[in-house]
């Protein structure tokens, strides 16, 4: 079973119809269908969790119970919510490995290497590192990145040969690129030494690349990072990695995604989590805190009168965007109630006023403390 979200497989919102559902579906099956991409695990990874969104989807009642209750509504056993809880360490929650997966998925293990022996080379695969801030994790961004890599040598179009010709085979080793060696009883295998391995060998080099078939190249790009990304995350870029030799395809960039910590919010899946001092009037009487959103506009957080130090309020929608949907999830918000320090003459007499005025019903829960101690003494 897949740990990814349903909607998010089926690229549609939380809201969409079951025509929409059905449309996408389609759309996506043909895309992944084993038929059109033959020994393709990727593909075929991906066609099983298709069809696994859309036996739940496809079904109002199923899709009710996923709504409710995620995954967890198929799962053997059930077990406990991983989302109800509130902690703000969130120690030990693994989130980053959970969705790193998100893309690795998409990954596989890279396209398979060139056969040995082969006169194409694919070439190799390269990593980038790359930090953005959760604003920029909420908005996504295209950031343009410049990686030391390797273009196909122009002038022998990566052969290596100097008339540009194809590679001749190394007569060394007969192109097998190894070569056998008797050492007493033992008969020893290594890479051919006169081509090093690639069964090819060039005597007459291309001058622009020593014979290489490529060349050191600055490669600039633009890496389009999409909303609701993951800190973790990897994003391939097919053809970004070094040039390949001999005719043989471009290796892939590997864009490794970090999301930097934010100043005031805390990301758990798809919600945001903040913890925002109030003074005790406000608590008391009610009032409303303005508090930036990740998008650059103001909310504005009611406070209801008579809240507690803890107390969380939810603000649905106001939460981070998600990954290849329009929905975003939920801002819950914990309130600190701060006391008054650093007070005048005057403020303290206010205080003392109200202490004065005061009664058991403005602080139930002192009053219920009392009272157990109380009963603890008279027993
Ligand atoms: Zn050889
Ligand atoms: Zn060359």
């Given at each position: 079973?897949?740990e990814r979200d349903?909607?998010e497989?089926?690229?549609?919102?939380?809201?969409?119809?079951?025509?929409?559902?059905?449309?996408?579906?389609?759309?996506?099956?043909?895309?992944?269908?084993?038929?059109?991409?033959?020994?393709?695990?990727?593909?075929?990874?991906?066609?099983?969790?298709?069809?696994?969104?859309?036996?739940?989807?496809?079904?109002?009642?199923?899709?009710?119970?996923?709504?409710?209750?995620g995954h967890?509504?198929?799962?053997?056993?059930?077990?406990?919510n991983p989302f109800?809880?509130?902690?703000?360490?969130f120690?030990?929650g693994g989130f980053a490995?959970i969705f790193?997966?998100v893309?690795?998925?998409?990954?596989?293990?890279?396209?398979?290497?060139?056969?040995?022996?082969?006169?194409?080379?694919?070439?190799?695969?390269?990593?980038?590192?790359?930090?953005?801030?959760?604003?920029?994790?909420?908005?996504?961004?295209?950031?343009?990145?410049?990686?030391?890599?390797?273009?196909?040598?122009?002038?022998?179009?990566?052969?290596?040969?100097?008339?540009?010709?194809?590679?001749?085979?190394?007569?060394?080793?007969?192109?097998?690129?190894?070569?056998?060696?008797?050492?007493?009883?033992?008969?020893?295998?290594?890479?051919?030494?006169?081509?090093?391995?690639?069964?090819?060998?060039?005597?007459?080099?291309?001058?622009?690349?020593?014979?290489?078939?490529?060349?050191?190249?600055?490669?600039?790009?633009?890496?389009?990072?999409?909303?609701g990304?993951y800190d973790?995350?990897?994003?391939?870029?097919?053809?970004?990695?070094?040039?390949?030799?001999?005719?043989?395809?471009?290796?892939?960039?590997?864009?490794?995604?970090?999301?930097?910590?934010?100043?005031?919010?805390e990301r758990m899946e798809h919600n945001l989590y903040?913890?925002?001092?109030?003074?005790?009037?406000?608590?008391?009487?009610?009032?409303?805190?303005?508090?930036?959103?990740?998008?650059?506009?103001?909310?504005?957080?009611?406070?209801?009168?008579?809240?507690?130090?803890?107390?969380?309020?939810?603000?649905?929608?106001?939460g981070m965007s998600i990954l290849?949907?329009?929905?975003r999830g939920d801002?819950f918000?914990?309130?600190?109630?701060?006391?008054?320090?650093?007070?005048?003459?005057?403020?303290?007499?206010?205080?003392?006023?109200?202490?004065?005025?005061?009664?058991?019903?403005?602080?139930?829960?002192?009053?219920?403390?009392?009272?157990?101690?109380?009963?603890?003494?008279?027993?």
């Amino acid at each position: 079973m897949t740990e990814r979200d349903y909607y998010e497989i089926l690229e549609v919102s939380k809201s969409a119809s079951g025509e929409e559902i059905k449309k996408s579906f389609r759309q996506l099956a043909m895309q992944y269908h084993p038929d059109r991409n033959p020994n393709d695990k990727e593909a075929e990874a991906k066609f099983k969790e298709i069809n696994e969104a859309y036996e739940v989807l496809k079904d109002d009642q199923k899709r009710a119970a996923y709504d409710r209750y995620g995954h967890q509504a198929f799962a053997n056993g059930g077990g406990g919510n991983p989302f109800g809880g509130f902690d703000f360490n969130f120690s030990g929650g693994g989130f980053a490995d959970i969705f790193s997966s998100v893309f690795e998925e998409f990954m596989g293990g890279g396209r398979a290497r060139s056969a040995r022996g082969a006169y194409e080379q694919r070439g190799e695969d390269v990593r980038y590192d790359v930090s953005i801030t959760l604003a920029e994790a909420f908005a996504g961004v295209e950031k343009e990145i410049s990686v030391d890599s390797t273009a196909v040598c122009e002038k022998c179009h990566g052969h290596g040969t100097n008339d540009g010709g194809k590679a001749p085979v190394c007569p060394h080793c007969n192109g097998s690129g190894k070569v056998r060696m008797q050492q007493g009883f033992f008969v020893m295998e290594q890479p051919c030494p006169q081509c090093h391995g690639s069964g090819y060998l060039v005597k007459d080099k291309c001058e622009a690349c020593k014979g290489r078939g490529f060349v050191e190249h600055q490669k600039t790009l633009k890496v389009k990072i999409p909303a609701g990304i993951y800190d973790g995350a990897r994003i391939r870029v097919v053809g970004g990695g070094l040039a390949g030799v001999r005719g043989g395809a471009a290796g892939d960039l590997y864009v490794f995604v970090s999301v930097e910590t934010h100043q005031i919010y805390e990301r758990m899946e798809h919600n945001l989590y903040a913890q925002i001092p109030v003074s005790i009037c406000c608590a008391a009487l009610g009032g409303s805190v303005k508090i930036p959103s990740l998008d650059g506009s103001k909310i504005e957080l009611k406070v209801p009168a008579g809240s507690q130090s803890e107390d969380i309020i939810r603000i649905k929608g106001q939460g981070m965007s998600i990954l290849r949907s329009t929905s975003r999830g939920d801002l819950f918000v914990k309130l600190k109630v701060e006391t008054p320090v650093n007070l005048t003459a005057r403020q303290k007499e206010l205080l003392e006023e109200f202490r004065k005025e005061s009664g058991e019903d403005c602080q139930p829960q002192e009053k219920s403390f009392l009272d157990k101690i109380k009963a603890l003494f008279s027993d």
